[in-house]
């Protein structure tokens, strides 16, 4: 069998055992049953990929029910099935269903060299032959080799989450220029901005070597900031976790942040940008979830909630201002 048939019928066999489980855990599952689950879905992270797609068919099928919204009470048949990923498994979850391609983002790649890049409000997802998958954020730009022996990025610029298929032989680098970041089979998120790198970890464990050669173990739930003379790690609690990575989902959570801050996220996304006219608003305290292209809607939003008003540019851009 060639190499593309032998990966094809890997990926088909792991599917249909993905498609096993969920079917087995439907209904009422015995633990040691979901035990194994959780054991074969962090055996591999292609097992992660091929469970949460098939748990999203299976949710989307006739029969399902929404898991995470209450049913009024007394409504029949509204029993919720509780998922089968225990929290060690939370990032794996949290980043699957973007890998499969399904929900939000857009071209998949097979990509295992040159330039991969997207565009300013664009999203895509490049997989790796050896079974890693790279989920590229808007205006992302990062250069793939991966061979017999080596499987290296360079990143250049924007946001990506890795999900790294585990290979003994050859540690997974990424490249960021002032440091760099090995792995032999885990998920993080990466996002390089003009001073400094923030680096998410999901699942697993990462060594950060900085340019001094100083290494930094970072697990699950930690984030942890690259400078070019700093690395310092801090950590995250579950709903700063799925904050972290919601543009996976086609998401922009915010929870407190200013304005600012909060306008310059739709801005990754926009090719008319919203622009603060006025420094007096500037520092306001912003809280919701929006679509990562809702930026009309999160301005409507502002009008509805705060003194604000909103103006548009003959150039198409929105300034907002007190009103």
Known sequence: MDSPSKARAEREAIASEAAQWVVRLSD????????????????????????VAAEAAWDASPHARLRDTPAPPGAPGTTAR????????????LI???????????RVMLADGDRHETR??????????????????????????????QRLVRFIAGEALFTVARDETRPFVVDLGNARVEVLGTAFNIRKRTDNVEL????????????????????VGKTTLIRP???????????????RVAWQDGYIELKDETLEQAVAEF???RDQPILIGDPRIASLAIAGRFGVHDGDAF?????????????????????????
């Open 200 to 219: 998410t970890v999901t699942h697993g464990l990462v060594s950060v070597i900085a340019a001094n050669g100083q290494s930094t173990q970072v697990g």
């Open 82 to 93: 509780p998922s089968v990923l225990s929290r060690r498994s939370l990032g794996m979850s």
């Open 299 to 323: 301005v409507g939003a502002l009008q509805a909630s705060f003194a604000i008003t909103a103006e548009r540019t003959t150039d198409g851009a929105v300034v907002l201002r007190r009103g």
């Open 120 to 149: 300013r409000g664009q999203q895509s997802v490049a997989r790796l032959s050896d079974g890693s998958s790279i989920a590229l954020n808007t205006d992302t730009r990062l250069d793939v080799s991966v061979d017999a022996s």
């Open 229 to 243: 003379d700093v690395v310092a790690t801090t950590d995250l609690d579950v709903a700063l976790l799925r904050q």
């Open 28 to 51: 009422d599952p015995d633990p040691a049953d979901r035990a194994r689950a959780e054991a074969w879905i962090d055996a591999d992270p292609r097992h992660a990929v091929a469970f």
């Open 267 to 269: 801005n990754r996304y």
């Open 96 to 106: 699957a269903a973007s890998m499969v391609g399904a929900i939000g983002l857009g």
